[in-house]
RNA sequence: GCCGGAGUGGCGGAAUAGGCAGACGCGUUGGACUCAAAAUCCAGCGGGGAUCACACCCCGUGUCGGUUCGAAUCCGACCUCCGGCACCA
């Protein structure tokens, strides 16, 4: 860049040093609000924040999760971006080339919902919020390249959303079924398992009600059910907490899975069990209430009316919550048996609430001596238990056995396999069934497909057509996109607003040209999200929804910010469908997101002083623009970033914002009102000696530049903060005593100003333009380079060591930095306070640090 | 129950690789400036003891133990809190 040097005559006026503090007096005071919008105006003029996909230098791709556009943000929300923009900002300055995008995840229930409070089509209310959202992102000085801007509920976006789609289809990864599917009533659509909490929908917390539904689509994502999770092994740079919960989530584990004969009928019973070691002890059956055997097995028995009657008031606990584990088990016997596949002996089938259809095979082998649940309710129905694995040295009995033992040992009772260790059995056992074709060893998963489908307006048309005579019909590419029609009526009844469109519903088979309906469904806007990163790279492009060659060089994105919410459905997703992607070709990497960080939420004491997450509806939102007017963007940004570590939650502080106001205005009185001893050519002044007073100010600009640059690289945020504070409050009290008159002073005071606003920079960007233009110099500091510390200069002259005696701290040295340690050994024995603790003792042993301590070790 | 994370002054937090615990900020106390206030600047503030005051001594990073010359940091057991999963077979 080019540097303006400043005339030397300006250096001169600096003969009112000694009113240095009637100058600060006077100075102009730190006006943020006319500073910020003038910067904000140079910037996009200038178009600081684009960057191409041809940049020679070497990218880095910065991402945070695009938002929903709801219009205000409050300090909450601003957090991460501040975060991202600052590691933009940093890494620019270091050279590279950072595209830093944002875009509008417009599409979905909040903004429909909101929408309708607001009596107002969603594509406006949309457009509102997004302009809304823009113009607080621009004052809060994010350096976000507009250019790439992506809004999910745009037709140029969602045609490919519908393309992936598609995609999907045509490889088989995407079916339609009838399936008991999570409804929510007050959302009036039905959910994915990702998106409830427990039985509760996650976005308005009202339990949902298993429901049949026909016409549901599903991606399959199980099929990649391996994949996501050995994967989760390669990403070094992911936060444990978020690896767990994917690996929770996709809860693999291993067994064997088998089949049983049924006694009196031509119906068999599959059932899945991790514990094949304990298939001797089965004393009985247990279906789920909601297997279909229940029914067909006691059809025409007396069994069948208690168990009908049985089975309904399962199914009405279900709604209430029979996934609670302390929920009372019940059962029924069916009045059937089944054989026993190694013993043949017969097995009463019993239906109990305590089964869930929902995994593996809504079928159980009970195995009461080895299983807590099936203890219990052998010992409430007077059910058998036969142990069959037995710790050295123990002596189970079935009768007396207090509680089920669910530990190792050696097989008991299990025939050929007494004798052996459990797990050589389960191995045995496995092999045995598998011979005999009995069973198959098999891995379970508890991740299930995901279900796409939304009766709601608000989304993305799923692209498919039904048509009488050629079934489901998938649209032609080339038809893509299938608008989603502005003139739709869009309150939600339970059935898609789109199915009472005429115009939208009839339409021509695309195979047969017969009349034919539109699928009415739209899709959940995770699939929207699911590929949005992709799209910033080729925003524009209208044949593909991206050029692959700019995605392979762009991707996989190099640091991914946002809220840890996410952990599972969103970043699930979207590693799903990168490996689909990847799969059929469309990109080279396998994996969406390099480096994952999940920031912390803000905090703020409610009406009622609980501590709760910042939220509108919560009425302790503090909003972003109340804190720009009366502090300024600047203040806002370093307070986020002060208040704590970026991982954690922090409480909101009205006193803490105003202390960062307080910091910056200081830096602003210490740099603006002292302009007048400010020296562009300070580099000619420092050949010199310096006096101490000087060298300590440079060490400390040295120091500062070192532990800035490395704190924001780890996102320690707080401290690099703190570090520029100490080197403003070095800096106040160093203006006060300089001499004016003297060059080294006033060069060694500019090398530290200058420095300073660069590295406040990221944080404070337009106070930080401002003053660089104010000392001569070309904005924008973005511009400018990183500085590199200078580590002569940065390190200390003298240390001090610390003298303990057996490990207590007795005495302090100061000693010139390198000093031979064992000299300063010598010393240390020497000092008053060290003799009177050696007294009488003798020396064992002497441990030294370098430049630290010596520890003195008598006994 | 299983998995992940965290416990440090009045408060937020710092201590990057095992070496001075408490940086920086908030709050608070005292002082300077002022007719006064605000703003600003300077100084003190973990607990206990000792002292006219210093010097100095003891305790102290959730609890208990261990490793080590030396532990907020490593190991073991436990307690509490936060998050995820959960009658998951």
Redesign the pocket.
Same mark, same amino acid.
């Given at each position: 860049m080019c540097r303006v040097v400043r005339h030397r005559s300006r250096y001169r006026k600096s003969r009112y040093r000694t009113q240095a503090r009637g100058v600060?007096k006077v100075a102009e005071s730190y006006s943020f609000a006319s500073i910020e919008p003038k910067w904000q105006q140079y910037w996009a003029q200038n178009k600081l924040f684009e960057v191409p996909n041809d940049s020679p230098a070497d990218k880095y791709y910065l991402l945070v999760m695009f938002p929903y556009p709801s219009g205000k943000a409050h300090m909450g929300h601003v957090r991460n971006y501040i975060i991202a923009d600052v590691m933009a900002r940093h890494r620019t300055m270091n050279g590279y080339a950072v595209v830093q995008p944002m875009g509008w995840d417009a599409f979905g229930l909040p903004a429909e919902n909101a929408a309708i409070q607001n009596q107002i089509h969603p594509s406006e209310w949309t457009e509102q919020c997004v302009e809304e959202m823009k113009q607080q992102f621009d004052a809060l000085g994010i350096s976000y390249d507009w250019t790439r801007e992506v809004n999910a509920s745009e037709p140029d976006y969602y045609k490919w959303t519908q393309w992936l789609f598609l995609q999907m289809y045509h490889n088989g990864l995407a079916y339609t079924g009838e399936a008991t599917v999570n409804w929510c009533p007050s959302c009036a659509t039905v959910l994915a398992n990702e998106e409830l909490?427990?039985t509760t929908c996650e976005r308005c917390g009202s339990e949902v009600e298993p429901r049949q539904v026909p016409g549901q689509w599903f991606f399959k994502i199980t099929d990649f059910a391996d994949d996501l999770l050995d994967d989760l092994a390669t990403l070094d740079d992911w936060p *444990?907490?978020v690896l767990?919960?994917q690996?929770?989530?996709i809860?693999r584990?291993e067994?064997v899975r088998f089949s049983l004969d049924i006694e009196d009928s031509d119906h068999q019973m599959e059932v !899945?069990? $991790?514990?094949i070691d304990t298939i001797y002890g089965v004393t009985f059956m247990v279906l *789920?209430p909601e297997h279909p055997l229940v029914a067909e097995l006691t059809e025409g028995t007396e069994y069948e009316e208690p168990v009908r009657e049985f089975v309904r008031k399962a199914m009405r606990e279900d709604e209430i919550s029979? $996934?609670?584990?302390d929920? %009372?088990?019940h059962g029924i016997f069916t009045g059937v048996h089944a054989i026993h596949p190694l013993t043949g002996q017969r097995i009463p089938i019993w239906v109990a609430?305590?089964? #869930? #259809? =929902?995994?593996?095979?809504?079928a159980? #082998?009970a195995v009461p001596a080895h299983?807590g649940?099936d203890f219990?309710f052998a010992r409430k129905y007077g059910l058998p238990v036969v142990p069959v694995i037995q710790p050295e040295g123990e002596s189970f009995h079935g009768d007396t056995m207090a509680e089920a033992y669910e530990g190792e040992g050696l097989q008991i009772n299990s025939d050929r396999f007494d004798g052996l260790h459990c797990t050589d059995a389960a191995g045995q056992l496995a092999d045995h069934m598998e011979e005999q074709s009995i069973g198959s060893r098999a891995v379970?998963y /508890?991740l299930l497909d995901w279900l796409i489908s939304r009766q709601r307006y608000w989304g993305a048309p799923i692209p498919m057509v039904h048509c009488d005579s050629c079934g489901t019909v998938p649209v032609p590419f080339e038809d893509l996109p299938v608008l989603l029609p502005t003139d739709a009526e869009f309150k939600p009844t339970g059935e898609s607003p789109l199915a009472r469109n005429e115009d939208f519903v009839n339409t021509v088979c695309p195979s047969c040209g017969g009349p034919a309906k539109r699928e009415t469904d739209t899709m959940t806007t995770y699939v929207c999200s699911s590929w949005y990163y992709l799209r910033y790279i080729n925003p524009h492009e209208d044949d593909q929804p991206f050029v692959k060659s700019d995605v392979d060089h762009w991707l996989p994105v190099d640091h991914y910010i946002g809220g840890?919410e996410h952990?599972?459905r969103h970043l699930l997703y979207a590693r799903f469908v990168t490996k689909v992607l990847h799969k059929l070709g469309y990109v080279d990497f396998t994996e969406p997101f390099a480096r994952l960080f999940t920031q912390g939420m803000i905090c703020a004491r409610t009406a009622d002083g609980r501590l709760e997450k910042m939220s509108k509806s919560k009425g302790n939102a503090v909003p972003a623009d109340k804190i720009i007017a009366q502090y300024g963007a600047d203040t806002a940004r370093t307070y986020v970033l !002060?208040?704590?570590?970026p991982e954690? %939650?922090? %409480?909101w502080?009205d %006193?803490?914002v105003? =202390?960062?106001f307080? !910091?910056l205005?200081?830096v602003w009185?210490v740099v603006a009102g002292n302009l007048q001893h400010h020296d562009a050519a300070w580099r000619d002044h420092l050949g010199g000696d310096l006096v101490d007073e000087q060298r300590a100010i440079r060490r400390k600009t040295h120091q500062t530049i070192r532990?800035v640059g490395?704190?924001i690289e /780890?996102m320690?945020f707080? $401290?690099a903060?703190?570090a520029c #504070?100490?080197l403003t409050?070095d800096l106040?009290?160093y203006a006060?005593k300089m001499s004016g008159d003297n060059p080294t002073d006033c060069a060694v005071f500019s090398e530290a100003i200058e420095h300073l606003t660069i590295l406040i920079s990221p944080f404070a960007p337009h106070l930080a333009d401002e003053l660089w233009e104010r000392m001569g110099y070309q904005p924008s500091l973005l511009q400018t380079t990183w500085p590199e510390a200078d580590e002569e200069l940065a390190a200390e002259e003298q240390v001090?060591i610390?003298v303990?005696v057996?490990?207590?701290?007795?005495?302090?040295l100061t000693v010139p930095a390198g000093s031979d340690m064992e000299q300063v050994a010598e010393m240390a024995k020497q000092t008053e306070?060290v003799q009177?603790?050696l007294e009488g003792k003798s020396v064992r042993?002497i441990?030294t640090?370098p430049d630290?301590?010596v520890?003195i070790?008598v006994s």
């Open positions: 600060l909490d427990g *444990a907490s767990a919960q690996t929770n989530w809860g584990s067994g !899945f069990t $991790t514990r *789920a029979r $996934t609670a584990a929920t %009372e088990k609430n305590y089964v #869930m #259809m =929902g995994y593996g095979t809504g159980i #082998m299983d649940r219990e379970n /508890r840890v952990a599972v !002060f208040v704590g570590p954690q %939650e922090v %409480e502080s %006193e803490g105003a =202390g960062i307080r !910091f205005s200081r009185r532990k490395d704190d /780890r320690h707080n $401290t903060v703190s #504070m100490e409050n106040v009290a006060g001090t610390v303990q057996n490990g207590k701290v007795r005495d302090r306070q009177k603790h042993k441990i640090v630290t301590l520890n070790v």
